[in-house]
């Protein structure tokens, strides 16, 4: 017998006739409806899942800013490549603490002029070009003197 969870994936599988918005494939056996409404193949899921590994700008694994189920991830990176996401996915959302250290950070940071990326914390120095800063986790943002 089949959980509601286990239904409700079964619901998101269609049959074919559609296309993979990745890969344009007619043929797919099999498409997954990701949150945003877009099916992909999956192929191009795991290949999704799998680039966040290599570059962890991409993670959460996501489509029009929408994370992918995790049920979907996890199938298609295996259980050792899904710890090591999951802890991408941790570290994507720590935010800034009272630490010492992270107070006296900020002062620095602050005094040579710069300012901490709004998601991860980090500290960016504008040296030249426009406002627009991207931060190494992949947050882009307006710097403020």
Known sequence: MATTREQS????KFPD??????CFSPGASLLLAVPCGHVFCE??????CSLALKDRTLVPAHCCGL???TEYVKEALGSVD???YTRFLRERQWKGTTLRSD???ARVVKRIGGMQCPR???GVQKISGCQTMRCFCGNQFLYKY
């Not at 994936?9 to 998101?12: G, M």
């Not at 006739?17 to 990745?22: E, K, L």
């Not at 192929?43 to 999704?48: E, F, M, Q, V």
């Open 120 to 122: 991860c914390g980090v």
């Open 43 to 48: 192929p191009c899921i795991s290949k999704r």
């Open 82 to 84: 899904f710890m090591t």
């Open 9 to 12: 994936l079964h619901q998101r």
């Open 103 to 105: 107070v006296e950070y």
């Open 17 to 22: 006739g559609r296309t993979c918005v990745s």
């Open 67 to 69: 994370e992918f189920p």
